[in-house]
């Protein structure tokens, strides 16, 4: 039977790979932060009309390389019979408060609407449509 043979790597050059991978990731980190600061979050006086066909991420909705809406807003308002979530509300729950879906939850692509001077933002997707208020954005 045939011995198989070990590669052994030494000590620095492990630590030089380790230093290497995580300075790449904290420079990534950086440039991302970065970029989500020239963001501002939308108010009541901009005007939306988007089609949003592809998943967001880094906890928005990024419109138009300029204004973000927090995808940890809950709805105001979902229609009984509408299914058309991305994921379903947690399995585990360690709170007795019902789970309440975000924008995040929803399937794309789905249509943002938003007139001016209001805070109101109805997300439509296929027939339904559902409502959220930016002024819960800044309610903890």
């Known amino acids: 039977m045939a011995q198989q043979k070990v590669i052994i790597i030494p000590a620095k050059w492990i630590v030089i790979i380790l230093t290497t991978f995580f300075t790449l990731c904290i420079i990534a980190f950086f440039i991302e932060n970065k970029r989500v600061e020239n963001y501002r979050p939308v108010e009541k006086k901009d005007s939306i009309n988007l089609l949003i066909t592809n998943k967001q991420s880094r906890g928005g909705i990024f419109i138009n390389d300029s204004l973000v809406i927090a995808s940890s807003i809950p709805f105001i308002y979902v229609p009984k019979e509408f299914q058309d979530w991305d994921a379903m ?6 709170s007795n408060k019902a789970y309440e879906y975000k924008i995040s939850d929803v399937q794309i692509p789905y249509q943002l609407l938003k007139k001016k001077n209001n805070d109101t933002v109805f997300v439509i997707r296929k027939k339904d ?3 959220l208020l930016l002024s819960a954005m ?3």
């Open 138 to 140: 800044y309610v903890e």
């Open 89 to 94: 509300r947690p399995i585990i729950s360690f």
């Open 129 to 131: 449509t559902l409502l």
